[in-house]
């Protein structure tokens, strides 16, 4: 059936200008994505070709050629994997260069991705210290995760850190590729500009994600996100599925920042009277802003000298 008006609609709408960063994320999605399909599909082609050599009387040598081309493409493929797109830099401190070497030295760098986002710096970290988003925004990526508890709250020196219980509720979910249905995640505040996510994988190993945060100036900010882990896949392999999860949750998270943005963010970071009984889930947001309210504020004052 022909329909002009859907034709005309989504013409429009892939003809729309959008945002440099979501483009690039869709960029990412697309080329790590369709490097992943294409092992499948190698791999595939290799076992038919094998099947099709050995299930005759008479062994077939062209069908055994294919099956070997096919192996050495799938070990190249797997091996030499897509070069990565040239990485903004971002100024860190020294301690937070730090952090990132002491989890290179416990695992190792897998992923690395910066990305400048027309947002203010503050809606990053409200997003990044808000649990509860991970189950309303991130519904597709992180297919119905639920948080069930935060199970602790520590504070530290510089910041301070909450364990929270995550359940995937669906036996077809693809984080259950590399994690038990049920675990506790880890949110550490290192310092203004720097918050951890550790996620237990299988077997003891974990998948830490550094974020770096570093305000541009008040309408944008660079956002880095790093990726540690000790699991022991092919490096390529766990880069590609690593670099479009994040590019994934980052898109998924684009009208969020916009829509936080467009509100009194400043006033949710002010130190105001807060309600009598906090909910766990904001207390390390809370404790963000008894430590760096006024840091903000001379940042901002700094910015405009
Ligand atoms: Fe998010």
Known sequence: MYYPDKIQAY?????ETRSPVEDRLKRNILKYGLWLLAIPAIIYGAAD????AFSTAAVNPRDISYCLIALVLLLGWVCIGLAEDHLDSIALAEAELARADAL??????VAQQCYRLPYPYLCQIYHLLNVGHLE???RFSLGNLKVIKISDF???????QIRFKTMLDSPMNILRLWRNPSVEVELTIHSPHQIELKVPAYGQRFIHVLFSVMPLNDKEHYLSIQM???LQWPRELLKAVLIVAASLTL?????YLHHLAKRNYDGLF???????????????FYRYVDLYNNRWNSRQLQLLD
């Open 104 to 109: 290179a030295v416990e695992s190792s760098c």
């Open 251 to 255: 898109l998924e998270d684009l009208p």
């Open 270 to 284: 002010s130190p105001r009277p807060r309600p009598q009984k906090t909910s766990q889930a904001k207390q390390l």
């Open 136 to 138: 309303s925004i991130h």
């Open 11 to 15: 013409l429009t709408h892939i003809s």
């Open 154 to 160: 520590r504070k530290t020196e510089a910041g301070g």
């Open 228 to 230: 540690f882990s000790d």
């Open 49 to 52: 070709r094998g099947w099709a």
